[in-house]
């Protein structure tokens, strides 16, 4: 049998599942992906973090039928019922952890100087940061502008390499192409405003096609969801619009 997904909080799982059932510490262990010494140490109360148990029948995760399987064969490997929606954090400001906070000033500098089309406002929401930071920065004002140095935001660990893509994709969009440039001599290699306009169209494309897929990965989620909706109002068919 493929390896199937692990509970949403598995040590929270597996907890409950030792206080409340009479599962062998193997199983619990293998449904939760978890060693079974883990398992072990949360019985014994020996586990240097004291978890809450999370009960795996409420969330949809297992139901009681798995559980008296497992319990009248301990060579029962028990079968997850429905796997866990990965919470995912879609609005708000960035959060940065605090050991990462110190690098802001250095990658807001870094895109400042490699990237002067994105706008404070898309800065501010890439990096996480203030439009005063930015200012600073840009006007030299910062308090500790002498220890500044510009990095890459993406090796600094602030943004992902596809959001910076997205982001750089989205302001060059926003450059003004001049229809009235020269051509460029004969015999030439092409002048830089064809260069230009060939990379925006390739920028275009890409963010085009993040866009879609995108699209793609929320109308999934919103069939998944919609069948998960029918599944627990006891409807057997299969969502068929989202």
Excluded at 16 to 21: E, G
Aim: glycine fraction near 8%; proline fraction near 6%; hydrophobic fraction near 35%.
């Amino acid at each position: 049998m493929a390896d199937q997904p692990k509970p949403l909080m598995p040590h929270a799982t597996a907890t409950w599942l030792v206080d409340n059932t009479g599962l062998s510490f193997e199983q619990i262990a293998e449904f939760c992906g978890l060693h079974i010494l883990e398992v072990q140490a949360m019985a014994d109360d020996l586990a240097g973090s004291k978890y809450t148990g999370r009960d795996p029948v409420h969330a949809g995760e297992l139901t009681q039928d798995e559980i008296e399987k497992g319990q009248a064969d301990s060579e029962y490997r028990l079968k997850m019922q429905r796997a866990p929606v990965a919470v995912s954090r879609t609005k708000g400001p960035r959060y940065t952890p605090v050991s990462k906070r110190q690098d802001k000033p250095d990658g807001i500098a870094w895109i400042l100087r490699n990237h002067p089309e994105i706008s404070d406002a898309q800065i501010g929401k890439l990096i996480g940061t203030t439009r005063n930071t930015i200012g600073a920065i840009r006007e030299r004002s910062h308090w500790n502008i002498q220890n500044i140095q510009p990095k890459d935001p993406v090796t600094l660990g602030l943004c992902s390499q596809r959001e910076l893509d997205a982001v750089v994709a989205k302001a060059a969009k926003n450059l003004p192409v001049d229809d009235d440039a020269a051509p460029a001599p004969s015999g030439g290699t092409g002048s830089d405003r064809e260069k230009l306009i060939e990379e925006l169209r390739a920028e275009r494309d890409a963010n085009e096609k993040a866009a879609a897929e995108a699209a793609q990965e929320a109308e999934a989620a919103a069939w998944l969801e919609a069948k998960r909706a029918a599944e627990e109002t006891g409807e057997t068919g299969e969502p068929t619009d989202v």
